[in-house]
């Protein structure tokens, strides 16, 4: 996710809401450890448990930034 919002100028900071898809129900607990270590406390985000898309995942993340851009 980083890597594709600092295509687009942005950060994983200008995350302003996402959905965490968690496999398990403790793998929540697991996903808020690893945004805090990212320096993400406070990440905009409703957590569900659902299936994830590859079986070696934990959890997925679909999220929307918002970034400011200069018009030409």
């Known amino acids: 996710m980083d890597s594709l919002l600092r295509q687009e100028g942005a950060g ?3 995350i302003c809401a996402a ?4 496999k398990r129900p403790e ?3 697991v996903f808020c450890e690893m ?3 990212r320096g993400l406390e406070d990440f905009p985000a409703v957590c569900v448990v659902a299936d994830v898309c590859r079986e ?3 959890f997925e993340i679909d999220a929307a930034a918002a970034v400011k851009k200069e018009l030409a």
């Open 56 to 58: 070696e995942l934990l």
């Open 27 to 29: 793998y929540a607990e």
């Open 12 to 14: 994983l900071a200008d």
């Open 35 to 37: 945004a805090a270590e």
């Open 19 to 22: 959905t965490v898809f968690v």
